[in-house]
């Protein structure tokens, strides 16, 4: 006990030299712990960017380029799925919800999606949390309404209420436009910090209804073409016989909602016009990119899997999220652990600054172990005391890592939830973590034996002569 007395009153006589060695050491500590929570709560949000979905159907290519082009919005899907292959499956006995995704079209770089309500009612991200709405609401009837993620509306300086112009394509610069189909900003999403806030959603309706007098992948001109308006009292029509036929059954569809279809249907539409169910298929898709799955047990998962890789009507390709996410990431491996490296060697480098303070300290401290040695202490007493003068550093380097971090992590908290989707919590250290300070300590401990030696040799050489 008497030697750590005598350590800690060496190194209050060196206070300032001291408190710059466990400064640095703090910080490296305190970065070394933070890449770490960082790359393990990236990890744990990247696997939890798409959230109880249980299987992403596309049509059949790798299992990673359907991940990125239908969770991520990155790339491309190969082919598409015909709509009564959706259907069949949505209507699975097994099949508790289904998201429809239609992608293809952009907006100054951000993608667009066509989907259904079902995506703002099952939809899920990180751990299971719902998508909520922080402005406005979700698309309704009017197939031209849009709902904004929440970087595209800070990005683009959008509000409730503006018109957009959607562009054909993904690219970021596009020679053609839907400029007779605006859209109207009707919602705003709250941030996740997934692909959710740099997409455009809108109905699949609207995505049909954007395309729907083009022949050819060309726009229509003239006569031919149809306009918004012209588009949105079809669809308000055919809302409203669809209403009137689910109150009032077959014999619902009488004389006056069929005046209504006929009133604002053109040319185009008039064959369709007969009934409300040929009605409603004039704005349904008929293709569509993808589709997620919420399955009622868990254990079908597989089974269902195996049927959809095996569906004769079309070739498609069922994927687990959380597999698919793993094989992503393991692609990933090689930056993550350069990153964890880099830390590494900051710590190296705190301790090796530390190694350097008490070596250079050692020629100045001559006549201080001369003194000890005339007081019946041995060479031994001498080492001893160097180690624990650098194992005390070490220490306090490591609490106060521990204490940055913890006041960095609770001042950045909420920031970085909300703009990059990580959650970094403020728990205790984990087991791993405790195997590095453990780790850190140690090698500290191997350091001081470097300046415990020469202190030991010298003391042995000096014995009572002081060398001036």
Known sequence: MYLLRLALASLGNRRFTALLTVFAIALSVCLLLAVERVRTEARASF??????????????????????????????????IRWDSFERFAEHRQVKWAIPISLGDSHRGYRVMGTSPA???????????????????????????????????????????EELVLAHGVAAISLLKHDDKPFTVVGVLERTGTPVD?????????????????????????AAQISAEQVRN?????????????GQGESGRGSGVETRLNEHSEPAFNAAA?????????????????????????IATFTLQRELNEFRGEPLLAILP???????WSLMGTAEKALFVVSLFVVLTGLIGMLTAILTSLNERRREMAILRSVGARPWHIASLLI???????????????????????????????????YLPLDLPTAYEWTLL???????????????????????????????
């Not at 298929?281 to 919420?294: N, R």
């Not at 959380?322 to 992503?328: D, F, R, Y």
Request: glycine residues 10%; contains cysteine.
């Open 47 to 80: 696997a939890n960017t798409i959230s109880g979905t249980d299987l992403i159907v596309g049509a059949r290519s790798g299992s990673v380029n359907l991940l990125l082009y239908s969770v991520f919005r990155i790339g491309n899907a190969t082919n598409n």
């Open 119 to 161: 995506y703002f009612e099952h939809f899920r991200y990180a751990r299971s949390q719902p998508l909520q709405i922080s402005q406005g609401r979700a698309f309704a009837d009017d197939p031209f309404e849009v709902v904004l993620g929440a970087e595209v509306a800070k990005a683009l300086n959008y509000s409730l209420g």
């Open 198 to 222: 740099r997409t455009l959603h809108i109905s699949l309706a609207g995505m049909e209804a954007l395309h729907i007098d083009w022949q050819n992948g060309m726009p229509a001109r003239g």
């Open 234 to 246: 079809w669809a308000s029509a055919c809302s409203q016989a669809s209403r009137a036929q689910t």
């Open 274 to 298: 007969s009934s409300a169910a040929a009605c409603e298929q004039v704005l349904q898709p008929k293709q569509i990119t993808a589709f997620l799955l919420g399955l009622n047990s868990k």
């Open 322 to 328: 959380g597999v698919a996410l793993q094989e992503l």
């Open 388 to 422: 624990l003068e650098a194992f005390a550093l070490a220490l306090a380097g490591v609490v106060l890592g521990l204490l940055l971090l913890y006041a960095g992590i609770a001042g950045a908290q909420g920031y970085v939830q909300a703009n990059y989707g990580l």
């Open 438 to 468: 453990g780790a850190i300590l140690s090698a500290a401990l191997l350091m001081g034996c470097v300046p415990a030696w020469r202190a030991y040799r010298q003391s042995l050489a000096d014995g009572l002569s002081i060398r001036l």
